[in-house]
């Protein structure tokens, strides 16, 4: 009964792989999101989706791309790993019109070694 | 300067202790205000949420927020050991789907 999954947890891998993190929420949301937090525990936002939109697209790499299959489902793919891509990655959703109340998954611990 | 600025602590208080965490910002159209707990290795959850100056209680945790101030706090009674976990603070404008956050404040309560 999981609001917010994320998977894998744990993602150890070389520099100049190609991989893939997934997100589903199971709370009927209709915006979801991306965010970074870096080792100082700064939350930055990457990207939002609302009804499978693209609504958010901060700086971020091109490296990185965020798909929507549907409004349940965010998932991210980067391309070429570099060290600094090193963080935890958080999925995260939220009804509009219910405030601004986001939920969070667990986060993805990625480790680019 | 930064939109919000929070201490990232870490902040160290014996237990039963009243704890204040705190946050400054700059922007005066933020219309809401939030805090998040986020316990090691997991995610944000959301512990108070408003949108008026004043105080708000929900149990053991008091928000308060003084617009005119730009100034926003989170009073914590009693603090447990359980409480020791890293506070976010957040705030936005309704018209916008993006919040802005604080760096957060690591806290350890000491049994």
């Known amino acids: 009964d999981t609001a917010v999954s994320q998977t894998p947890k744990y993602l150890v891998t070389q520099m100049g792989n190609d991989k893939s993190i997934k997100c589903e929420q199971n709370l009927g949301h209709d915006t979801m999101y991306w965010y970074k937090q870096d080792s100082k525990k700064f939350l930055k936002i990457m990207f939002s989706y609302n009804n499978k939109e693209l609504i958010i697209n901060e700086t971020v790499p091109n490296r990185f791309s965020p798909k929507s299959p549907d409004k349940a489902h965010l998932n991210l793919h980067i391309n070429s790993l570099e060290l600094g891509d090193s963080a935890v990655y958080f999925c995260?959703?939220?009804?509009?019109?219910?405030?601004?109340?986001?939920?969070f998954g667990s986060g993805t611990q990625l480790s680019v070694l | 300067q930064k939109e919000v600025e929070q201490d990232p602590g870490p902040l160290s208080v014996p237990e039963g202790a009243i704890v204040s965490l705190n946050c400054t910002y700059s922007?005066?159209?933020?219309?809401?205000f939030m805090w998040y707990r986020q316990y090691s290795r997991k995610g944000p959850e959301l512990l108070m949420y408003?949108?008026s100056s004043g105080n708000k209680e929900d149990g053991r945790f008091t928000a308060q927020v003084d617009k005119s101030s730009k100034y926003i706090s989170l009073f914590i009674r009693d603090s447990q050991p359980s409480d020791s976990a890293t506070y976010l603070c957040?705030?936005?404008?309704?018209?916008?789907?993006?919040?802005?956050w604080g760096a957060g404040t690591k806290l350890i309560i000491k049994p």
């Open positions: 408003t949108y």
């Open positions: 957040a705030m936005g404008v309704h018209s916008n789907y993006q919040l802005i």
């Open positions: 995260a959703s939220r009804r509009t019109g219910e405030g601004e109340k986001l939920f």
């Open positions: 922007n005066s159209a933020f219309q809401y």
